[in-house]
DNA sequence: TTTCTTTCTTCACATCAATCGAATAAGATT
DNA sequence: AATCTTATTCGATTGATGTGAAGAAAGAAA
């Protein structure tokens, strides 16, 4: 009757071995042991094959691990009944997509720190879909992602940042046309397989203009200095590229229209922040410069 | 994390007094104070308002005694996840309409301990709304109850007993039709506020014949007195009657047609016994007679 | 295969939380 | 007010749970 081994299931099962579950629930490798020996001698039921080394769940035990996250849910549920609906109390996971792990988590963890002293928030990062699908499984209760039509339905979401994507194009090419640009240097292309990856890629289809030579980067520094050295040219949300050595990079404003890169928080509909994602998106107010440059 | 607490809340909540919840739960009156004051204290919250002496529940105490029932619930659907679908174990609260607690239950308690020696369980009686309605509540896991239209959609039901119902007539009354009865004698009706006491009323309309006079009685010996002295006649389940002096009794079959009371068991779909029910059922088979005359 | 490394299990021991029984306090009841 | 019933509090005991070290077993490397 004690809750406590079900979450260590629920961790061993998402973890996938036992001393790495103790590492992260505090807690040592025998006593995470002792307690799946337990559970198995209490449910009567084999819940892991230990004919491998890292214990592998057998199919009911992965049942029981998912059915452990029912109850262990039903029950934040209850101690969430008794919280006031303007405080935030207990603890969480959050995930970040990589870019906003750097320029709004410092922001946030400074507000919500000070807000709701008695929350604590364990960061994970990952791309959105990651994200998204951990969101769903319930390893993570709440996350900042690339908003669009890759949000299911099922997640209520709270706009947290509205970024522009800009042009960003080295020194010596400041009077070029971004024609001339895709014509005579390379297209610095950032993380194309992401939801940023995917908006960015979507530009370059609207402008109908197939860059000569394509690099694929997957971090903002290192396209910042490939630009500035001249290798090429870029598209990445203002923001990110502002961090970096603005003065010998121009930046210019995506045409004919500008274009948007928009983070939210993400939140399954009646999770266990459902009730207090509103507030939490709050903490991210003043947007990514303010956070960070704070 | 502890379920205890919350079990013991749910129970306190029920019964309405420290003192009987520590009895029904086997333990002291100070444990359950105790349990109550540490979950208070876990949760922050006043579940209690002491300022009465069976301290009463606040209406945030009522809620969180309700989901405490739903955390219980989603807990016992994975200890029933790792049981196999033939067996049936745990402690388990079953509801028994008056009658059918003296004629089915012995039988059904012998084979059940002898099928199922790991399931124990604890015997309620009431009448078949205050049955269902606890089912509904979550505080009864199944109930032998009279079968028709009242039994709601969401529970399943499993056929126990199909029993006729007959005329029980006083010896001296032996050639007499029926009307001669109605006229002359009074009719004494069983516990008309209950199922089966409605499906006697409906017989009534159903021959179009009004007795002369009326008696009401809640006991089945007492009815079988009353007839035998001569007082009345009544319709009673034949299993019933037949427990009582059939010698000096004469039973007659309903006319035109049979009349039948059933007893099913029911229970609440997708609650904890919802897979094992028709298992328990089976616990009933070869009726009345053979459980109780065994 | 043999050896080595990693990972889990087991054991004795320490620690903490839960329960009990008795004494006390506080609403109900008369 | 006196008394009854019921809940709370307190010290002592028990049991459950965690720790660290030693042992076993699976997988990787030689």
């Known amino acids: 009757m004690n809750l406590n081994t079900l979450r260590t299931l629920t961790v061993v099962a998402e973890i996938g071995s036992f001393v790495d579950a103790a590492q992260r629930l505090n807690m040592t490798l025998s006593a995470v042991s002792m307690q799946m020996k337990t559970l198995e001698t209490l449910l009567d039921a084999d819940l892991f094959d230990r004919g491998f080394r890292p214990p592998q769940l057998t199919p009911l035990g992965r049942r029981v691990a998912r059915h452990a996250r029912t109850v262990l849910g039903a029950y934040d549920d209850l101690v969430g009944l008794c919280q006031s609906p303007d405080t935030i109390k207990g603890d969480f996971r959050i995930g970040f997509v990589p870019t906003s792990s750097v320029r709004l988590l410092p922001g946030f963890l400074v ?75 390379s297209f610095i292309h950032f993380m194309p397989h992401t939801g940023i990856g995917r908006l960015i890629a979507q530009q370059l289809d609207r402008m109908a203009a197939t860059p000569g030579d394509v690099i694929v980067l997957d971090r903002v520094d290192a396209v910042a200095e490939c630009v500035r050295a001249g290798v090429g040219f870029s598209i990445l949300p203002e923001p990110d590229i502002r961090r970096f050595a603005t003065d010998s990079i ?43 440059d704070a």
Chains 1, 2 share one sequence.
Request: contains cysteine; aromatic residues 6%; glycine residues 8%.
């Open 250 to 292: 121009i930046l210019r404003p995506m045409t004919p229209e500008p274009v948007t890169r928009d983070l939210v928080l993400a939140c399954v509909a009646g999770s266990r922040l459902d009730a207090h994602a509103g507030l939490l998106a709050e903490a991210f107010a003043g947007g990514i410069g303010e956070a960070t």
């Open 111 to 185: 507000r919500v720190r000070a807000r709701f002293p008695d929350a604590h928030f364990r960061i994970e990062t990952g791309l959105s879909d990651d994200l998204l699908a951990r969101l769903r499984a319930g390893t993570l209760d709440i996350a900042v992602v690339t908003g669009g039509d890759d949000v299911p339905r099922t997640m209520r979401t709270y706009p947290v940042s509205h970024e522009a994507l800009v042009f960003c194009l080295p020194p010596h090419a400041a009077d070029w046309s971004i024609e001339d640009c895709m014509a005579r240097i």
